[in-house]
T-cell receptor, first 112, second 113 residues
């Protein structure tokens, strides 16, 4: 079983929809939780970074971490066609400090 | 903005060849990483380095080696390329106190025939 499991998708939504992307993990030592966005034929870029539990908001993006359930989410409000990309969750901590473990990614398409 | 530059966007090599993938970052980051990305397997860490001339194995180091002679440059070496090393290779860097905040290059799509 993988340490990080990500909802596989793909996901297709109409423009303006609220999108929820989710990951679960098994390593309780994870303390840092990241979301990356990867456009086609590009490298991933860091979108959200959260330490420990709680919510973090940045514009239309909200990252949520529930350490008790070992579950993290990324919400995108008022989704735009430019949000179409693959979203990767990543986490690190404990014996994996400094080494991020990634989910497989969820591909999102936002239709105009 | 941090820039991580990978020397080649696409590379085609033959089985048994020695392959060098080069990565340069311009923001004085201490940490550098090599990942490979495969469909259904996500990003997997091959090697990383926290300082010049230092290297540590990641999760899948077999068949690879690395070199870091200068702070800004981190090279991945495939000693004898095999077809199962056909993949997208991604280089990343990060600051010492912010190891988790990775800045990635655009990747090198390597095909081994």
């Amino acid at each position: 079983q993988k340490e990080v499991e990500q909802d596989p998708g793909p996901l297709s939504v109409p423009e303006g929809a609220i999108v929820s992307l989710n990951c679960t993990y098994s390593n309780s030592a994870f303390q840092y939780f990241m979301w990356y966005r990867q456009y086609s034929r590009k490298g991933p870029e860091l979108l959200m970074y959260t330490y420990s539990s709680g919510n973090k908001e940045d514009g239309r993006f909200t990252a949520q971490v529930d350490k008790s359930s070992k579950y993290i989410s990324l919400f995108i409000r008022d989704s735009q066609p430019s949000d179409s990309a693959t979203y990767l969750c990543a986490m690190s901590g404990g014996t994996n400090a400094g080494k991020s473990t990634f989910g497989d990614g969820t591909t999102l398409t936002v239709k105009p | 903005d941090v820039k991580v530059t990978q020397s080649s966007r696409y590379l085609v090599k033959r089985t048994g060849e020695k392959v060098f993938l080069e990565c340069v970052q311009d923001m004085d980051h201490e940490n550098m990483f090599w990942y490979r990305q495969d469909p259904g397997l996500g990003l997997r860490l091959i090697y990383f380095s926290y300082d010049v001339k230092m290297k540590e194995k990641g999760d899948i180091p077999e068949g690879y080696s690395v070199s870091r002679e200068k702070k800004e440059r981190f090279s991945l070496i495939l000693e004898s390329a095999s077809t199962n090393q056909t993949s997208m290779y991604l280089c990343a860097s990060s600051l010492s106190g912010r190891r988790e905040k990775l800045f990635f290059g655009s990747g090198t799509q390597l095909s081994v025939l």
